[in-house]
């Protein structure tokens, strides 16, 4: 059974900061990785997606990475700012045909003005 | 209205009550999710539909009881719930097949259900 990791599970940094969040899976054998933002009582916000076959994609000032072979993403945030405050959400999407995403427990990152 | 839209946003029900949540999507997609996410567990799968047919559910007891009557509409019925059954119920949607291998799934704002 697949189980998806996060660390650390909160963060509070000051704003201009670059942090680095991270996603680890037990079964490297992934459709692709998703990492989504989801807003205090709100629903969630797909930021990225990566293809198993894929290293890495960018958005702005997100970048995400994946290791498939080690079982490992992080999602790179630059010059972080307020409004990047939120809980950051990790998904995988078994390489079985089924669509069921597996998520992790999130981190719950306060950028501090 | 755009995106996916749920309804109620706040439920508060009795264990012997009946009602339903309802979610629609109006991006055209072909498949929608029913999640749920508690407060002390990682977002959970229950149903996905696929084309209005119910093509994963993931052990989800039968006092929960998904209907999709079209591509753009689920709905998630409730009867004689427990307590901790009280969660984020989360509806999503996405568009799949045959050349679309990123299927990002679009999410609502949830339906925040207290049993009492």
């Known amino acids: 059974k697949q189980e998806v990791t996060q660390i650390p599970a909160a963060l509070s940094v000051p704003e201009g900061e670059n942090l680095v969040l991270n996603c680890s899976f037990t079964?490297?054998?992934?459709?692709?990785l998703q990492w989504f933002r989801q807003d205090p009582g709100k629903g969630l916000t797909s930021l990225l997606l990566?293809?198993?076959?894929?290293r890495e994609q960018t958005s702005g000032r997100l970048n995400a990475s994946l290791d498939k072979s080690s079982g490992r993403s992080t999602l790179y945030i630059a010059a972080s700012q307020p409004g990047d405050s939120a809980t950051y959400l990790c998904?995988?999407?078994?390489?079985?045909?089924?669509?069921?995403?597996?998520f992790g427990s999130g981190t719950r990152l306060q950028v501090q003005p | 209205e755009t995106g996916v839209t749920q309804t109620p946003r706040h439920l508060v029900m009795g264990m012997t009550n009946k009602k339903s949540l309802k979610c629609e999507q109006h991006?055209?997609?072909?498949?929608m999710y029913w999640y749920k996410q508690s407060a002390k567990k990682p977002l959970e799968l229950m149903f996905v539909?696929?084309?209005?047919?119910?093509?994963e559910n993931n052990s989800v007891p039968s006092r929960f009881s998904p209907e999709c009557p079209n591509s753009s509409h689920l709905f998630l019925h409730l009867h004689t719930l427990q307590p901790e059954d009280s969660a984020l119920y989360l509806c999503?949607?996405?568009?799949?097949?045959?050349?679309?291998?990123?299927?990002?799934?679009?999410f609502g704002p949830g339906t925040r259900l207290l049993v009492l």
């Open positions: 999503a949607s996405s568009q799949v097949g045959q050349g679309r291998p990123q299927e990002t799934q679009y």
């Open positions: 079964d490297s054998a992934i459709y692709n």
């Open positions: 990566i293809q198993s076959s894929q």
């Open positions: 998904a995988v999407r078994p390489g079985t045909g089924r669509r069921a995403l597996t």
């Open positions: 991006l055209g997609h072909n498949a």
């Open positions: 539909y696929n084309f209005k047919e119910q093509t």
